[in-house]
């Protein structure tokens, strides 16, 4: 069983969609066109060059190539979370890209090589695509553990300062912001996972079943890559954290 | 050789000068009490011993060396600081005591419940104080337990910041009664109160006003 394509026509049939939308905004007085417009066009670009690269790296499928798109995949994220928590760049670029490359290659390499027992374990279809799935959830949790950390800390700066006058190490007066800011990071997806097969079927199931795989395929990739997903989030977070710690000064 | 010594210490923030080539020496067994017009940034001056700010100009030296960020751990279990503002977080009075008491600085110190169950009494707190979460204490309860907390760790140099500003008249002479009898030990004392200048042989340093 195939997957049918989407032609021209469904292609417009895809965009006449977005009148709704755009009708309601005009009779609620929503404000939103523009930013739904805005949106959608970035998406539709952003996912358009996505296609076009996607296509060639499994075409060519270069090991060197694939290594070369996941690093910067791995940058770019860094950078994402680095903006959304308006920190330095210069300071933290380093260890935020060095947890997520370190959790992150961990994370897919055990899943090609140990769970899925693919031969070319940088093989574009599984090393690069898998590798994205991990990565925007690594990313949004070392957001979150910067920030809370970050903030609480400053926060209740004399907390901290009280608990080093009391002698204690770095380590010791920090432990109650890290265990905070992790505890926080790690929440919104302990709380997904729990509700899974709940309501809605995952991402990557319904991809997998719409190509073609059985459901029970289907969902054992799916819980393979929930597990990874979690494992390589919680690696990210507490080494993006300890590396921003690293020789800092408070 | 002086135990703490401020050389020509300047400090600012932003434009405001809090210090102005402020000098002085402390020696080990003094009882020195700080006073000022309030807003005047007093509570800097322990912030700076501490090493929690640095100077804008001058040098700060401790035990004859001047100090220096590698320095501080070494210092800072030397010293017993009660702040002004106290905060020790969330949770069981008895468990953040026993969390500070287990940091590796203070593992030593095993005698401490026994030494805790005496002062809670000399300063008049109730057992059962212990099993409340630290934000349900009054502010002078929070304040003798800084005092108490300040005690264990068993240290000879006491930074006390207003440490009597929440209490009444007759906890107040408890506790300046408590330390004008520690003779064993160096005593800084940041308070408006004129009560504390009832220790004998206590220094008045007015920081250059």
């Known amino acids: 069983m195939k997957t049918p394509d989407i032609h021209g026509p469904g292609i417009i049939m895809m965009l006449v969609l977005l009148a709704i939308p755009l009708a309601l905004d005009y009779g609620l007085q929503l404000k939103l066109a523009k930013d739904i417009l805005l949106s959608v066009f970035r998406m539709l670009i952003q996912l358009a060059l996505m296609g076009i690269f996607l296509e060639y790296l499994i075409q060519w499928d270069s090991v060197a190539l694939n290594i070369l798109w996941f690093l910067v995949m791995v940058f770019a994220a860094s950078h994402s979370a680095i903006k959304r928590n308006r920190l330095s760049f210069r300071k933290f670029w380093k260890p935020i890209f060095l947890a997520m490359l370190i959790a992150v290659s961990f994370a897919v390499l055990y899943f090609n090589a140990w769970i899925i027992h693919v031969e070319k374990l940088f093989s574009a279809r599984f090393f690069v695509i898998i590798s994205g799935m991990i990565l925007g959830n690594s990313m949004k949790g070392i957001i979150i553990v910067l920030d809370k950390f970050y903030t609480n800390i400053s926060k209740e700066k004399y907390q901290y300062q009280y608990r080093l006058s009391l002698g204690a190490t770095r380590f010791e007066a920090m432990r109650p912001w890290i265990q905070q800011s992790i505890r926080a990071s790690l929440q919104p997806i302990i709380a997904t996972t729990a509700t899974m097969g709940l309501v809605s079927i995952p991402g990557m199931m319904t991809g997998q079943m719409l190509g073609g795989s059985s459901p029970m395929l289907a969902i054992k990739y799916q819980m393979a890559i929930v597990i990874v997903i979690f494992v390589a989030m919680i690696i990210s977070v507490v080494l993006a954290l300890f590396f921003s710690l690293w020789r800092r000064d408070f | ?209």
Do not use: C
């Open chain 2, 1 to 209: 050789m002086a135990l703490i010594q401020f050389k020509n210490v300047t400090k600012r923030f932003d434009r405001k000068v809090i210090f102005n080539q402020l000098s002085f020496d402390i020696n080990a067994g003094d009882f020195v009490l700080f006073q000022g017009p309030s807003g005047m940034g007093k509570t800097t001056l322990f912030q700076l011993i501490l090493g929690f700010e640095a100077v804008d100009a001058g040098e700060i030296h401790f035990e004859g060396q001047l100090l220096h960020p590698k320095l501080l751990p070494g210092l800072r279990k030397k010293i017993a600081y009660v702040p002004q503002i106290i905060d020790w977080g969330q949770g069981k009075v008895i468990d953040i005591i026993e969390e500070f008491m287990s940091f590796q600085a203070n593992i030593h110190l095993t005698h401490w419940r026994k030494l805790l169950a005496e002062l809670m009494t000399r300063f008049e707190l109730e057992a059962g104080l212990l099993e409340k979460d630290f934000s349900m204490l009054s502010g002078g309860e929070k304040q003798r337990m800084a005092i108490i907390q300040a005690l264990l760790l068993e240290r000879k140099i006491f930074l006390l910041d207003e440490p009597t500003a929440a209490l009444d008249t007759p906890m107040k002479q408890k506790v300046i009664q408590y330390f004008s009898e520690r003779t064993d030990a160096t005593l800084l004392v940041i308070s408006h109160d004129p009560d504390w200048q009832q220790i004998p042989n206590i220094k008045i340093n007015l920081l250059n006003q």
